[in-house]
């Protein structure tokens, strides 16, 4: 365990959501797959949630949140029908996923349940159309051995996938149900991990279990992780939708940052004398500041009526700007919770002003009537006089939270392992039976028979990996890691290659070209294949590999062909070869004349670099030895 964080008191647990690679939805028959381009139809519906769904919710809020949003949601119908749409019972549970996740959780060494039950839980942001999401728990009490520590599986779940937002117009939010009713294996461990690092190591082990069952889907969004992380004295903080496995530890690292530095502005406020009681909801009406204000967001809004209110933050000056971890400020944290709760574009305040086109005079009118002394902050908004006047009452209320610490909510993760305010936290999820779809029985000789037929366990495969491909420990554990182990086996099988150039590509190669921005994941399979034919049969060399990839990531619909002829890759025939061998020879005559023999390494060196991927070594040798004893007698 890292005393860095044990001294902290970090405690995280994971939830890994993993797509299953089954041939229809989980309660329809629709082929799981998601499309581009235009929808084929549309349709709206408005998000009314009830008081009795939404629980423990904080109901108040939600309802103001959702008052007056519509939902537009986008289909096709080769991965919709009426059951997506709300319009029909959903069908039997899909039992080939059922079976995954029954195989999946005997690797984990859980307990099956007897009876698997859907459930109804609520969802309130309209990524179901039916407003809740179907669940069943499959297993519970499972583990799994990290570096001799067992971390406990509290259980596994089989889900349906919600619909996948495609963005937002003021009050429409538009979703794709194309993704909605994927099947989904939830895994969730025990709040057990204390360190970033065992969090990943953990996600990973988990992430190959999956993928050892050799049917999960793939590929970006396939895979995406919840994180609750807490730190002593902090709160519990559940983030959502880490995307990669290899973010995790980012994702903690940086929370439990942002935990220890609101505690250290707690502190600060305490040392700076701030009482509950100085942060009042006195919100002043400052539209006639900026009458003739160069601010352009403000500008607008006062064209379009809307006032500009304000409010003092006693004590709060140069807070707002303290950085909380890696591109988190409070400043973010206050903007975040003011766009939830008040609707609004975002917050200005005195931390980050000068600025936006508010003047230095301006912010010493706004000062005086504000009664603003060194030590204060105020923010203000212009908006809405209603969105203006909630915005600033969930500002206040949290800088009020900011004197007792960090306050419980959920975040979302952002893809470069920071995260932002995305609700309260809700209360325990309620769950009511669906009494649409009818239980199924896990009988104790379906288990024997399942337990007969389970895959081979991560360390099996690997030690397999190893011994079968000839591949160092390294690159066995990468290419298990990666998602392209099933490709590579059947690519290994099929060419002639060496199967360590191949698993070269799929880790390290395609590693490298991701941290240049380089979009490996739009590369298909059969752009692979074709790869790796081609090298097998001498029509290119494995030294294109990079150039070959960077160009197929932005050409999804080419053949590797139009790569190779687009990056002038073809192998150079013999006499090409020998041509160019020629004229490095002519070109280096003196050079040749006084090094003799010793002469050969560095011309090899010019002439690979010359014909760099378009040319076997072994023949560029063999004919520049010849040549070079002709030049030499
Ligand atoms: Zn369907």
């Given at each position: 365990?890292s005393?860095?964080?044990?001294?902290?008191?970090?405690?995280?647990?994971?939830?890994?959501?993993?797509?299953l690679d089954?041939?229809e939805?989980?309660?329809?028959?629709?082929e799981?797959?998601?499309?581009?381009g235009?929808?084929?139809?549309?349709?709206?519906?408005?998000?009314?949630p009830?008081?009795?769904?939404?629980?423990?919710?904080?109901?108040a809020?939600?309802?103001?949140?959702?008052?007056?949003?519509?939902?537009?949601?986008?289909?096709?119908?080769?991965?919709v029908?009426?059951?997506?749409?709300?319009?029909?019972?959903?069908?039997?549970?899909?039992?080939?996923a059922?079976?995954?996740?029954l195989?999946?959780?005997l690797?984990?060494?859980?307990?099956?349940?007897?009876?698997?039950?859907?459930?109804?839980?609520?969802?309130?942001?309209?990524?179901?159309t039916?407003?809740?999401?179907?669940?069943?728990?499959?297993?519970l009490?499972?583990e799994?051995?990290?570096?001799?520590?067992?971390?406990?599986?509290?259980?596994?779940?089989?889900?349906?996938?919600?619909?996948?937002?495609?963005?937002?117009?003021?009050?429409?939010?538009?979703?794709?149900?194309d993704?909605?009713?994927?099947p989904?294996?939830?895994v969730?461990?025990?709040?057990?991990?204390?360190?970033?690092?065992?969090?990943?190591?953990?996600?990973?082990?988990?992430g190959r279990?999956?993928?050892?069952?050799r049917?999960?889907r793939?590929?970006l969004?396939?895979?995406?992780?919840?994180?609750?992380v807490?730190?002593?004295?902090?709160a519990?903080?559940e983030?959502?939708?880490?995307?990669?496995l290899?973010?995790?530890?980012?994702?903690?690292e940086?929370e439990?940052?942002?935990?220890l530095?609101?505690?250290?502005?707690?502190?600060?406020?305490?040392k700076?004398?701030?009482?509950e009681?100085?942060?009042?909801?006195?919100?002043?009406d400052?539209?006639?500041?900026f009458k003739?204000?160069?601010?352009?967001?403000?500008?607008?809004?006062?064209?379009?009526?809307?006032?500009?209110l304000?409010?003092?933050?006693?004590?709060?000056?140069?807070?707002?700007?303290?950085q909380?971890?890696?591109?988190?400020?409070?400043?973010?944290?206050?903007?975040g919770?003011?766009?939830?709760?008040?609707?609004?574009?975002?917050?200005?305040?005195?931390?980050?002003?000068?600025a936006?086109g508010v003047t230095?005079?301006?912010l010493?009118?706004l000062?005086r009537?504000?009664?603003k002394?060194s030590?204060?902050a105020?923010?203000?908004v212009?908006?809405?006089l209603?969105n203006?006047?909630?915005?600033l009452?969930a500002?206040?209320e949290?800088?009020?939270?900011?004197?007792?610490?960090?306050?419980?909510?959920?975040?979302?993760?952002?893809?470069d392992g920071?995260?932002?305010?995305?609700?309260?936290?809700p209360?325990?999820?309620?769950?009511?039976?669906?009494?649409?779809?009818?239980p199924?029985?896990?009988?104790?000789?379906y288990?024997?028979e399942?337990?007969?037929?389970l895959?081979?366990?991560?360390?099996?495969l690997?030690?397999?990996?190893?011994?079968?491909y000839?591949?160092?420990?390294?690159?066995?554990?990468?290419?298990?890691?990666?998602?392209?182990l099933?490709l590579?086996e059947s690519?290994?099988?099929?060419?002639?290659?060496?199967?360590?150039?191949?698993?070269?590509?799929?880790?390290?190669?395609l590693?490298?070209?991701?941290?240049e921005?380089i979009?490996v994941?739009?590369?298909?399979?059969g752009?692979?294949r074709?790869?790796?034919?081609l090298?097998?049969?001498?029509?290119?060399?494995?030294e294109?590999i990079?150039?070959?990839?960077?160009?197929?990531?932005?050409?999804?619909e080419a053949?590797?062909?139009d790569?190779l002829?687009?990056l002038?890759?073809?192998?150079?025939?013999?006499?090409?070869?020998?041509?160019?061998?020629?004229d490095?020879i002519?070109?280096?005559?003196?050079?040749?004349?006084?090094r003799g023999?010793g002469?050969?390494?560095?011309?090899?060196?010019?002439i690979?670099?010359?014909?760099?991927?378009?040319?076997?070594?072994?023949?560029?040798k063999?004919?520049?030895?010849?040549?070079?004893?002709?030049a030499?007698?």
């Amino acid at each position: 365990m890292s005393s860095k964080y044990s001294k902290i008191g970090l405690k995280a647990g994971l939830e890994i959501h993993q797509q299953l690679d089954t041939r229809e939805k989980l309660f329809c028959s629709c082929e799981p797959k998601l499309f581009k381009g235009e929808p084929e139809f549309t349709f709206v519906r408005r998000l009314r949630p009830t008081q009795s769904e939404l629980g423990q919710v904080d109901s108040a809020a939600l309802f103001e949140f959702h008052k007056g949003t519509r939902i537009l949601y986008e289909a096709n119908n080769e991965s919709v029908c009426l059951v997506e749409m709300d319009e029909e019972p959903p069908h039997d549970l899909n039992r080939e996923a059922v079976e995954i996740c029954l195989i999946a959780s005997l690797m984990i060494k859980a307990k099956l349940v007897d009876e698997i039950h859907v459930m109804r839980k609520t969802v309130i942001d309209g990524s179901n159309t039916t407003g809740f999401q179907r669940t069943c728990v499959v297993a519970l009490n499972g583990e799994i051995d990290i570096k001799g520590k067992k971390v406990a599986i509290q259980q596994v779940s089989l889900e349906e996938d919600a619909a996948r937002k495609t963005g937002k117009d003021g009050q429409l939010i538009r979703y794709r149900i194309d993704r909605l009713g994927i099947p989904l294996i939830e895994v969730t461990t025990a709040p057990v991990i204390y360190s970033p690092e065992e969090a990943k190591e953990t996600a990973f082990a988990i992430g190959r279990i999956l993928r050892a069952t050799r049917m999960v889907r793939r590929g970006l969004g396939t895979i995406r992780q919840d994180v609750n992380v807490s730190i002593r004295d902090g709160a519990l903080i559940e983030i959502k939708g880490v995307q990669e496995l290899e973010l995790v530890s980012k994702v903690i690292e940086n929370e439990a940052q942002r935990q220890l530095s609101l505690l250290e502005i707690r502190d600060e406020l305490k040392k700076r004398g701030v009482k509950e009681a100085d942060i009042t909801e006195d919100f002043v009406d400052i539209t006639h500041i900026f009458k003739q204000t160069k601010c352009k967001v403000i500008a607008k809004a006062i064209k379009q009526n809307k006032p500009v209110l304000a409010v003092r933050l006693s004590g709060f000056a140069g807070l707002l700007k303290k950085q909380l971890a890696l591109g988190m400020r409070l400043g973010a944290e206050l903007a975040g919770i003011a766009r939830f709760w008040g609707r609004v574009g975002g917050i200005f305040h005195t931390d980050e002003m000068p600025a936006y086109g508010v003047t230095a005079e301006e912010l010493n009118q706004l000062g005086r009537l504000l009664k603003k002394d060194s030590m204060d902050a105020v923010v203000f908004v212009a908006d809405k006089l209603e969105n203006a006047t909630d915005a600033l009452k969930a500002v206040t209320e949290r800088a009020r939270v900011a004197l007792k610490g960090v306050p419980e909510e959920t975040r979302a993760a952002n893809p470069d392992g920071t995260t932002k305010y995305m609700r309260p936290r809700p209360g325990a999820a309620r769950m009511y039976p669906e009494t649409d779809v009818p239980p199924i029985q896990v009988t104790k000789a379906y288990i024997d028979e399942l337990s007969t037929r389970l895959p081979e366990l991560p360390e099996q495969l690997m030690k397999r990996l190893m011994k079968d491909y000839k591949l160092n420990r390294k690159l066995a554990k990468q290419i298990l890691d990666s998602e392209y182990l099933e490709l590579f086996e059947s690519l290994a099988g099929e060419t002639k290659i060496s199967p360590t150039v191949i698993v070269v590509a799929f880790t390290e190669t395609l590693k490298a070209l991701r941290r240049e921005g380089i979009n490996v994941k739009a590369v298909t399979d059969g752009q692979f294949r074709e790869m790796f034919r081609l090298i097998g049969s001498g029509k290119t060399a494995k030294e294109s590999i990079p150039e070959i990839l960077t160009w197929l990531a932005s050409h999804e619909e080419a053949t590797v062909k139009d790569a190779l002829k687009s990056l002038g890759l073809g192998m150079i025939s013999r006499k090409e070869l020998e041509e160019l061998v020629d004229d490095v020879i002519e070109k280096n005559s003196e050079f040749i004349e006084a090094r003799g023999k010793g002469a050969f390494g560095p011309l090899m060196g010019i002439i690979m670099k010359k014909a760099r991927g378009r040319v076997k070594a072994k023949l560029v040798k063999e004919i520049l030895k010849s040549k070079l004893d002709d030049a030499i007698s």
